[in-house]
Structure formats: C-alpha cells, structure tokens
C-alpha cells in the first residue's frame, strides 16, 4: 500500500486550470481518470489526511502510486478526452456503466447500395440508422412485418439478396407485395432508396404526413370508383396505425427525448433511460454500476450521459434530455450535448405535467433493476460469506451462524392464527426445511405468547428428535405434510404446497428427519418482547447453545435478550441485507399459509363431514337443490333422486345436516354485500380466501399480518 505523500506534487507545479489527470499504479496501468474545472483545487482534495477521505477514495489514492495531468482549454474539452481515457484505459477506480443485456435495434442500413432493415445488437456501425433498443427482438420483427406492407424495403440477406439477382426470381416477400424487390430490378436503386428514408422517417416519429398521404389518396381512388386500391389503402393505413399502437403515447406533444432515471444506495446504482420519439416510447435499456469512488447523483447522470451519447451524433442525441439531478457544473455538459447533435439540447429536471409523471415511471423501473440485481448478488459465495461473518460479529457469537431459523406469527384480526419457521442455509433459502404453525394454545391476538408456543414446541420437537433420531409420532408417514398431533406442518415448498423435505434422510431407515437439526441462529419478526418469549422458551427447554435475535421491521433495528438498547447495522451492510430478506421470506410464508386457512375455513360445509361424500357428488347435491338451505329441508327420497346417491348415503347425509348448525346469513368477503339467503357461506361465489381489507400485508398489519 503506497503512501499518497510519497508522489504528491510539489506546491506550485499544478496548474489552476481547467484539465484532466490520472493516476497510475505501480505497474504503470490507470487506475482512475477525473477531470476539473481546476486541476489544482481538485488534486489537492486527495492529497489530505487519510481519515478525512472516503473508503473508496482512500483506497484509490493508496493503491496508485503516480498521477499526471493534462491541460485543456476549456471544461468541454476535459469532459471529452475524461469519455476518451476511460473508454482507453478502462481504469477499476472510475464508475462504468455496462448494459445488463446486449439490446436488439431495428437498424436500416443507408450506407449500403440497397438499403436493408434488419436486427442488430452490439456495436453500432456508421451509416447505419439505428431505432430503439427494443426488450426483444420478437417485437421488432413484428413492427417489421406490418410496415413492410406500406414500405416495402429489403429485408434479406447478401447471399439471398445476390442468388435472387443470378436466377431473377425473386423470395417470397417479393411474391406477395412485402419486397420492392429491387434485386430482379423491379424498383431501381434510388427509388429503394427513397423508400428506405420514409421507412426511416415514419420510424423516427414523423408519422402525420404519412398517414394523411395514403388517406388522401384513398380517397382519391375511392372517387374514382378503383375501390380494390382504395381497400388496399386502407388496409395500408390500418398497419400503419397498428404498428403505432404498439408505443403507447406518453407525451402528447410529439416530444423527443430521453428520460434518465438513477436509483441508488451506497454501493451501487441502477439507471434506466427510456428513449421517446415522437411522443411514444420507442426503446428502453438500463445499467447496474459499482459506486466505486464517493460519487453524487449528479456525477451519476454525467457518467451516463457520457455513456449513452459518447458516440452519437445527430438525431441520436434528443432534443431534450430529462434527469433526476443537473451534473455540477451543468454548462459543460450541456454545450458537449449540443455539439454532439450539432443543435442545441435541453437537459433539465422535469417539474410537473407529463414529463414528471413519466419520470417517475422511469425511476420506479430503475428501483426495480436495482432490487433484482441485489437478488442475484445474493447468490453470490462471497457475498453470503461477508454477510455471515457481518452477523457473526455484529451479534458475538463464536463462528459464522452457518443455519439460520426465522419465525413470524400471521393472523387477521386475531382469528386463523399461524407461524411460519424458514431456514437458511450458508446464506440461501432451503425450502425443504420449511415448516408451520396453528397456534392452539390459546385463541385470539398475542404475537408474544404465540412466538413462545412456536419456539417451545419446535425445539421440544428438537430434543425428542435428538433422543430417538429417525422415529416418527404414532399414526405419522414420513413425508406427510397434514398437521402434527402438536399442530406442525411438515416441509412444504416456497409457494405452500406440501412436499416431502429432500436430502435429510437418516442412516437408519431412509426415512426424512422433521427436526433433527440446531440452528446457530435464531431470528424473530419483531422487537425486544418477542426475542424475551423466543429465549424464555429455550431456556425453559435448557437450551443455551443456540443465539436468538429480532430483526424489528419499522427501523431495521436487531435486538437481543435482556439488551435496553438495540444493535444498528449500517444500511450498507451485507448482514443487514441477508437479515432482511429471511425476515421477508418468514412474513411472506407465513402470510401464504394464513390465507390459506383461511380460505379452506370459509370454503367449509357441513356436507364434509360426511364419511365418503367426495368433491364430485358434493357438487351434484348443490347443483340438484340449488342451496345447503334446500337440501337440509330435502327428504331422504328427494335426496336420493339425485345420482349416485344411494339411500344409506342419503341417511348420512340428513343426519349430518340435522347435527350442523345453519350459520349466520353469508357474506361476499370480496365486496361486503350479504348475498341471497338461499345461499350459505359454504356456496358463495365470491373470491373466499380474500381478507376484507384490500392494502397490501404491510399496511394493514393491525388487520392481517
């Protein structure tokens, strides 16, 4: 690690003038390229104390052990050869924006002698007019074929192009009207040409013009009495508007421009621009980036703009380019987008209107790029490594706690109250080793006292498994996923459907292991009342080998036993990050079993009850009496008119209705109304698993959580 002292410039050699400089390592390779309006000021702000410099600079100015600079005239000029050097040097201190994907354009190749519209990715090429990009290529093509018919440009391939012209037969595009055709030299080079540049307008957004021409004339051919070409026309017109449809209009003043969205936290940033010409939407794309040097959201926006228009010129820079934050200073890079497009561009924040509320769609694409790429980072070794041993250290424990158990409670309202217990394993989710809850030992809303029950009963479960590891309660199947006499579920998948845990099965029988298993971590959905019960319940059971902690959702805080005061983790921190995202998966798993409780409940009759009354002569009785309230007052003959029920069936069946008791009138839970009273809750209609109120989980926690 080099000392920054040992190759600062002397006083007086750096010039106060606007510049670009670098910094070189050992080996003599770029680690970081910067520009300023005064190489001066700019350079000595690395040159200071240590402490005083941010983690990422620190260790730039550590790991470099020269740095040089070069003079320009202007801050234009700094901001162009600072886009040349790190498209040169690719130096690993400076932000670089890489596509996450290889975007497809619609491309039109003018700089050929027959212009070609095709499907390109990658570098772009001169001469070539490029629209877009485009999410997938199936959507260019489809764009393609219907304009095709109204602008019949060449769309093969050399080779088919130079065999159609040897043999003078032209492909089937030329047969059926979707190809001038111009290799058998039905349509002459400058008139493919001309089609090619209203292939290209029409594409830019300069769609008016077009669309009245071929209207005028099919009115003309109309009055004329040529009605095959005015249907032709038509047909020709609706293509065209097809084509449109498929860019929904944002803007209604037929606006160009690009609109900028950064989403950001302090490791890394997403940005996605979305490209609208001619008031609709006409390509997206979008880049994830490493923060690493101290970087404002301002500089963020310049590096973008740097990327996206370093190689542009002309119509591919927009008139009007919309961002979240103005770069600082914002007049250099204003005056470099203008001289890119040889016109002048406006680059502002959008206030109000449209604009705004477009913006905010952008930013809320670049939020979700961002929270994606974090989930894939989560799959990262490394990552999962750091975040463990973050955990380890924030919480004093003896080693990485390499399995770790999440618990929550979910009820609505008090009623249908639920657990969820989810496991990870080295940092990822093991959905094998899922389980869950119905809290019975007592009824209505404590989550306290139902964290207890929940963590007395798994790690009594534990203890017995410890003892006589592999052998199952009287009446069990390996694999079920029914409630425990003790009212467990066994392992289900993330989605709530039962299956048979995978790859735990024991030496002695084969047969899977329910809870033979410790965790080294004990995580609750909550704060200090719940982490008290979670630990009173272990030590009730002389448990002390294991760690307990809360995660509390409205702060983010971790808790501990018998700690007045919580423990903070950065936001920044990787162990942080992991815990949250157990506690999600425990709230969502929970919430998934809750509602499908309680959907069961209320899909309940008394009809169930019934020993051998299956699905199919269920529907039959409702269907034949049209109610429950109908077939209760039904006689045993009446009942046994209906189809495959027999009369001792039908006995059962009376006896049992007379044993339920009629429920109150029943209640559509979707809209509130109360229905018919022919009907019955077990016949409703409406979406039964639905809870009355219609937030998300999160903001009626009071109601169902």
Aim: with cysteine; proline share 6%.
């Amino acid at each position: 690690m080099a000392d920054p002292s040992s190759y600062r410039p002397r006083p007086g050699e750096i010039p106060d003038s606007p510049g670009v400089y670098r910094f070189r390592d050992e080996h003599r390779r770029v680690i970081y390229v910067g520009k300023a309006k005064s190489l001066r000021q700019r350079l000595a702000n690395y040159f200071q104390d240590l402490a005083g410099l941010h983690p990422r600079t620190r260790s730039m100015v550590t790991t470099a052990a020269s740095v040089e600079w070069t003079v320009v005239s202007t801050e234009v000029e700094a901001l162009q050869l600072e886009y040349s050097w790190i498209k040169e040097y690719d130096p690993r201190f400076n932000v670089k924006y890489r596509d996450d994907k290889s975007y497809p354009y619609l491309a039109v190749t003018m700089n050929e002698e027959y212009p070609r519209v095709q499907v390109m990715r990658g570098h772009k090429k001169k001469g070539v007019r490029y629209f877009g990009p485009y999410a997938h290529a199936w959507a260019i093509r489809d764009t393609v074929d219907l304009m095709l018919r109204v602008f019949p440009v060449r769309t093969c391939s050399a080779g088919v192009f130079k065999n159609a012209a040897r043999t003078g037969r032209p492909c089937l595009l030329g047969y059926i009207g979707k190809c001038s055709a111009p290799c058998v030299e039905r349509i002459s080079a400058e008139d493919h040409r001309e089609l090619a540049e209203e292939f290209c307008d029409f594409m830019a957004g300069r769609t008016g013009t077009y669309l009245r021409r071929l209207e005028r004339q099919m009115a003309e051919a109309a009055e004329e009495m040529e009605y095959e070409r005015a249907a032709r026309l038509r047909d020709d017109i609706g293509a065209l508007k097809k084509a449109m449809e498929k860019n929904a209009v944002v803007l209604a003043d037929a606006t160009d421009a690009d609109l900028i969205a950064v989403a950001e936290d302090e490791l890394e940033a997403a940005v996605q621009i979305f490209h609208v010409r001619g008031g609709r939407v006409r390509g997206q794309r979008g880049w994830v980036t490493d923060k690493v040097e101290e970087i404002t959201t301002g500089a963020l926006v310049e590096h973008a703009l740097q990327q996206l228009y370093g190689e542009e010129t002309g119509d591919a820079v927009p008139r009007e380019v919309l961002v979240p934050a103005l770069p600082d200073p914002v007049e250099p890079v204003q005056e470099w987008l203008t001289g890119r497009r040889g016109a002048n561009v406006s680059l502002r924040i959008p206030q109000r209107g449209d604009k705004k509320a477009l913006m905010e769609t952008v930013q809320r694409n670049a939020q979700q790029a961002l929270v994606l790429h974090k989930t894939k980072r989560a799959s990262d070794l490394t990552t999962r490594s750091r975040a463990l041993e973050e955990i380890s250290d924030a919480l004093g424990l003896d080693s990485a706690p390499l399995r770790i158990e999440c618990y929550d409670i979910s009820h609505l309202q008090g009623d249908d109250v639920v657990a969820s217990m989810v496991v990870f394993e080295d940092g990822l989710a093991r959905k094998s080793e899922y389980r869950r809850f119905q809290i019975k030992g007592f009824a209505g809303q404590d989550d306290v006292r139902s964290m207890h029950e929940v963590i007395t009963r798994r790690f009594r479960r534990y203890l017995a498994e410890k003892e006589r590891t592999g052998e199952w309660a009287d009446g069990e199947e390996p694999g079920a996923a029914e409630t425990a006499p003790d009212g467990t579920v066994a392992g289900t998948d993330g989605a709530g459907l039962a299956e048979p845990p995978a790859n735990t099965l024991t030496e002695d029988d084969g047969r899977p292991k329910r809870f033979a298993y410790p965790p080294q971590l004990v995580v609750v959905d909550g704060g200090a009342p719940q982490v008290a019960a979670a630990q009173r319940a272990l030590d009730e059971l002389g448990i002390d080998d294991i760690a307990v902690c809360g995660l509390a959702k409205r702060l983010e805080e971790v808790w501990l036993p018998g700690d007045d005061d919580p423990v903070v983790l950065p936001r920044t921190s990787e162990g942080l990050y992991l815990l949250q995202r157990i506690r999600d998966e425990a709230h969502r798993f929970a919430i998934t079993y809750q509602r499908a409780k309680r959907a069961k409940r209320f899909r309940s009759s008394p009809l169930d009850d019934v020993p051998g009354l299956g699905d199919t002569r269920k529907q039959a009785l409702i269907k034949h009496f049209g109610s429950l309230k109908r077939l209760r007052s039904a006689t045993i003959e009446q009942i046994c008119d209906v189809p495959g029920i027999g009369r001792k069936t039908a006995e059962t069946i009376v006896a049992a209705l007379a044993q339920a008791v009629p429920g109150g009138p029943a209640v559509n839970t979707a809209t509130g109304e109360i229905m018919d009273d022919t009907e019955e809750p077990g016949q409703q209609t409406g979406s039964p698993g639905e809870p009355v109120s219609t937030g998300a989980p999160d903001e009626r926690r009071g109601q169902e959580r």
